[in-house]
């Protein structure tokens, strides 16, 4: 593969929530996402879950606090953990996390995406 | 886990090419490097190895072909292939690779780290 310029990649992604697939090594996927707004509740049984924001501010909502990103912070989110994904404005994020990770995990709704496609 | 800031924590870094612990999720490390100048040819047997660029201009030597990665860019070098990063100026980066990947790879010398500190 060739290298990737992370925002040539943002440039082509148009709708919100929808994970696109930018790299995959050992068994983890590096996907990119335009957020705005509340996602839905969930959580991962079987994944930990990395979240670098590129820009804008990511709350990460969980039952018993809220942990807040800025551009070039980085949160990862245990397996089992319960959170929310809030968007006051829109966020550009990178995540990590193994593949066939499910972008709303436990819960299957119409934001889930079972395929992600590539960028 | 507390959320990380990329640079404060490279801020705490102050020796080149001595990657430092910043996360863990999956069996996987996330590190960050400062580094500057040529490191050794290497490669890994078993992991393929994520460079992201977050300052400076880094260079991937491969045998038959050179990757030039700036801030924004990332490459994912595959299992088995030699490289040589080269850094004229400081660069910054950041790694993703499965834990007990070794800094120098296949090689052994004073560059090696065995045990990265967490940053």
Known sequence: MD??????????IDTYWNP???GELNGQHVKLSKVK??????????????FLVIKG???LRM???DVILDPGEFYIMPRGVEHLPIAEEEVH????EPEGTLNTG???NERTVDNPEWA
Chains 1, 2 share one sequence.
């Open 3 to 12: 290298k990737v310029n992370i925002s040539d990649k943002l440039d082509h």
């Open 20 to 22: 696109h697939l930018v």
């Open 37 to 50: 707004g509340d996602f839905v509740w969930h959580h991962h049984a079987d994944a930990d879950e990395m």
């Open 57 to 59: 501010r990511l709350v």
């Open 63 to 65: 039952r018993d606090r």
């Open 93 to 96: 994020l990178m995540l990590f």
């Open 106 to 108: 436990n819960v299957r």
